[in-house]
Nanobody
Framework: VQLQASGGGLVQAGGSLRLSCAAS????????FGWFRQAPGKEREFVAA????????TYADSVKGRFTISRDYAKNTLYLQMNSLSPEDTSVYYC??????????????????WGQGTQVTVSS
């Protein structure tokens, strides 16, 4: 399985960005996908996750109501729509995947496949 993340960039506080993650090399119907982020000097932290079939989505409290995770079946692409961005959201964002949903969806160690990361910088 290969994951290719894109869509990062520089945005002013209050602005929006949409990250994309193109997935290939697998049949994803029973997969769980997620987004994590990592700022310099900090641990990788959970942002959002979903089952590929759409039956479950979940978010970190820090992004709930501002970020939306979604996917496009036809394009095998995962998205993260980020609104009302603040400087605290500045990080490298990673898409990730694993076979089957896990109750430990918030733990990076649970995921088998990772994209290369895309930088999001929010200026004040």
């Amino acid at each position: 399985v290969q994951l290719q993340a894109s869509g990062g960039g520089l945005v002013q506080a209050g602005g929006s960005l949409r990250l994309s993650c193109a997935a290939s090399g697998g049949t994803f119907s029973d997969y769980a996908f997620g987004w994590f982020r990592q700022a310099p000097g900090k641990e990788r932290e959970f942002v959002a996750a979903m089952r590929w079939n759409g039956a479950r989505t979940t978010y970190a409290d820090s992004v709930k109501g501002r970020f939306t995770i979604s996917r496009d079946y036809a394009k095998n692409t995962l998205y993260l729509q980020m609104n009302s961005l603040s400087p605290e959201d500045t990080s490298v964002y990673y898409c990730t995947a694993r076979i089957r949903w896990t109750t430990n969806y918030y733990s990076a160690s649970e995921y088998s496949y990772w994209g290369q990361g895309t930088q999001v910088t929010v200026s004040s």
